[in-house]
């Protein structure tokens, strides 16, 4: 039985183009599978995993019982001991290898075993040789072969190595085969221990002679320098003269500093003195103002000088200015005056002259000075330095002498170790040899049978896991609210699943109003109610993503639990492609809301009721253009008019995905009641639903998840079973 009877036909789905399709809304983090959902998948379907479990069980024993008497394994073992290196002599007692090192030398052992050489050498034992193996292995294969059947490890928390070898032994021949080709390599690597160590204990020893000869030859020259550069210098003062040379070079560098400041006063003075000769001021030098205040012919001329004024002023008093002894008076004076005026040219070119040698004659004696104590600056330097170096040369030698001393006594010191070493036992010795196995290694019931329930146990479990991602259709209530971002308004329980027998699914709440399935869209209606104000809820479009998912039946059922509770009810057929109300309603006419649209006929007229306060209307006529009549004016104000006289106005659209009449329906109503179909619908389908009613702005109040089942690792199970025994004892008397 089919979910929701219908007429309708799924048509194919034309897709949009790749550039043209809106983004879809991400899943919520919260997507991935819960402990629930393991629960339910494991009750859904474990008797598939307790079959897959019991059949590879089956599979294991047959196995262990067909390869018990056919192929056998057995394991040939042998153990060879790894002796830990002795510590010397000058060591002491304690260990010489800790722990790590140890299991670095059992590597290390391993890997010889295993060597082409060791392999070789065991192909050349006499007994081997008599074995089926050598006979028909190549010759040119033998070592490759022989290296692919053996198996050498480390035993844990022992100094010891086990070879082992694993092959088919049904008889006692082939068993024993085994155990001689084990001792073979066995024997094989404990000689070769003893002849490779004794090589390479010699080889060491020679080589660390060899380093002891060339350290002492590099020593006795090391002393003989020593030695040569002693009997060169006086050791015995060397020290005491590098320290007076030191206090010497204090000296100097104290002279050198006071004479570089004496040295840039004087040409300071002398650079002054170009200034001020540019300048024309010699004479204002405190030196040239001291000369012709000291020279006494300038004095006693200007001592004439100012008596020869003294004469005139008092001639010119008493004879007047043009008397003849007055005019010889001024001709005095006139040659006194040029006296003076020559007398102090010619001082002032000697003071230029004495100043400029003076301060020249300064400077060049500070640079004479400055430099001779930079000469013995350097000769004192020099001698610093040749005796510092003949000191850092005699404290070179004397450390390479004393790392020299050390070298050799660390080299006698492993040569009496390696010495020590070299009369040991090898590293690698024979501690059991391998006896015919007894006892078969595989297969083991004990291994065997629990390899066989955990393989059926992880196949069946994978096969369930991987059947239930592969699956992504929507099957419970989970997967709406994790992976598809939408509230849940109830669940619709699928049809077979009912204990009544309701004939028309679509009427099932008026046929049986107190059946599980009237519960249901009871409980809708109540989310539905609670979901927001009512006066935002007056206009509901209830439409799918597809054809059968149970629009029709979500639509007429909601709108008699609705009209149930008192509240007037109006159902609007608006599915122009595949209509439904006129079929199931033959009380209403054939004009419906096609005929109101196009003004032929009021709507009021044409809305029939069903039962109280439960009105319904049919599409009408098919027009040519759906999508365009829908979209239109007019039915924006026929919604307006039926909101006004119904409390709630229901349109049956249709499927989003088919047709675009829904999603144009759903930009003029308060909300979409968005039907998705349990086991059939896909998360991608139903995200695309989403994404096309997101882009033309509809609001979507929830989903009502349509044909949930109770099978197995189903929801509603206990829900189920709760309610008929409920009613069941609600029969009984005094119930």
């Not at 790749?18 to 809304?25: G, K, L, M, N, Y």
């Not at 040749?386 to 040369?393: E, K, S, Y």
């Not at 979209?631 to 006004?644: A, F, K, N, T, Y």
């Amino acid at each position: 039985m089919s979910v929701i009877p219908t007429r309708e036909e799924v048509p194919q789905i034309i897709r949009a183009p790749v550039a043209s399709r809106h983004r879809a809304i991400p899943v919520p983090a919260g997507a991935g599978l819960t402990g629930r959902d393991f629960v339910r998948i494991l009750r859904k379907r474990k008797w598939m995993i307790i079959l897959i479990a019991l059949g590879i069980t089956a599979l294991a024993a047959v196995t262990t019982v067909l390869w018990s008497m056919f192929a056998p394994l057995y394991t040939a073992e042998a153990y060879l001991g790894v002796n830990a290196p002795r510590p010397s002599d000058l060591q002491g007692p304690a260990p010489l290898y800790s722990k790590d090192i140890m299991e670095r030398i059992i590597t290390t052992q391993i890997r010889m075993i295993k060597s082409e050489a060791v392999l070789l050498r065991a192909t050349e034992n006499p007994e081997l040789k008599r074995t089926d193996w050598f006979r028909r292995t190549p010759p040119d294969k033998l070592i490759t072969e022989l290296n692919d059947v053996i198996d050498v490890t480390p035993v844990a928390n022992a100094n010891v190595i086990r070879i082992a070898m694993t092959g088919i032994g049904k008889t006692e021949e082939d068993r024993r085969e085994l155990a001689t080709i084990v001792n073979a390599v066995a024997g094989a690597a404990q000689e070769d221990s003893r002849l490779t160590t004794g090589g390479e204990h010699q080889r060491a020893i020679d080589r660390m002679e060899d380093q002891r000869k060339t350290s002492s030859t590099e020593l006795a020259r090391i002393r003989n320098d020593i030695s040569v550069l002693r009997s060169e210098s006086d050791m015995s003062t060397l020290q005491e003269r590098r320290n007076v040379l030191g206090l010497r070079l204090n000296s100097y560098t104290a002279q050198l500093i006071e004479l570089d400041m004496v040295k840039q006063q004087a040409q300071a003075a002398v650079d002054d003195l170009a200034q001020l000769e540019r300048e024309n001021r010699l004479d204002t030098t405190p030196e040239a103002m001291q000369r012709l205040n000291e020279d006494p012919m300038l004095r006693s001329l200007q001592f004439a000088r100012a008596n020869a004024v003294n004469d005139l002023e008092q001639a010119e008093r008493k004879f007047g200015i043009n008397h003849i002894q007055v005019r010889a008076l001024r001709s005095r004076l006139e040659t006194i005056d040029k006296q003076v005026t020559d007398t102090e040219a010619r001082i002032r070119e000697d003071v230029r002259k004495a100043v400029r040698d003076t301060r020249n004659n300064r400077l060049i004696a500070v640079q004479a000075q400055l430099l001779d104590v930079q000469r013995k600056f350097n000769e004192t330097d020099t001698k610093a330095r040749d005796i510092q170096a003949v000191l850092t040369q005699l404290q070179r030698l004397t450390d390479d002498e004393s790392a020299v001393v050390k070298r050799i006594s660390r080299i006698d010191d492993r040569l009496e170790d390696k010495r020590n070493e070299a009369k040991q036992e090898p590293p690698v010795y024979l501690r059991r040899q391998a006896t015919v196995p007894r006892e078969r290694t595989m297969p083991r019931w004990i291994i065997m049978m629990p390899i066989g329930v955990v393989l059926g146990l992880l196949v069946g479990l994978g096969l369930t896991f991987l059947l239930e991602l592969i699956d992504t259709s929507i099957k419970g209530p989970s997967d709406i609210s994790r992976k598809t971002d939408l509230p849940l308004l109830g669940m619709v329980p699928h049809s077979d699943d009912l204990e009544e027998d309701i004939p028309d699914m679509r009427l099932a709440f008026q046929s049986h109003p107190n059946s599980l399935i009237g519960e249901a869209f009871r409980q809708i209606r109540t989310c539905l109610l609670f979901s927001g104000p009512a006066e935002r809820r007056r206009s509901l479009l209830v439409t799918s993503a597809l054809p059968g998912d149970g629009r029709g039946t979500t639509a007429l059922n909601l709108a008699a639990s609705v009209a149930r509770s008192g509240r007037k009810v109006l159902v609007v057929d608006t599915n122009f492609r595949q209509p439904m109300i006129r079929g199931l309603f033959p009380q209403c006419p054939e004009a419906g809301l096609s005929s109101a649209l196009v003004g032929q006929a009021s709507w009021r007229d044409l809305v029939r009721e069903i039962e109280p306060n439960f009105w319904v209307m049919s599409s009408g006529p098919l027009p040519p253009n759906p999508a365009e009549l829908v979209g239109s004016e007019p039915m924006r104000q026929i919604i307006s008019e039926m909101i006004g006289q119904y409390d709630q106005v229901i349109f049956d659209g249709a499927p989003c995905l088919v047709v675009t009449d829904s999603a144009i329906l759903s930009s003029l109503v308060d909300g979409v009641v968005l039907v998705v179909r349990a086991g059939a619908n896909t998360y991608g389908i139903v995200h695309r639903t989403r994404d096309i009613l997101a882009r033309v702005g509809a609001h979507i109040v929830g989903v009502v998840l349509n044909g949930v089942r109770i099978t197995a690792g189903g929801y509603l199970r206990k829900t189920y079973n709760t309610f008929y025994e409920y009613h069941e004892q609600a029969r009984l008397p005094g119930g």
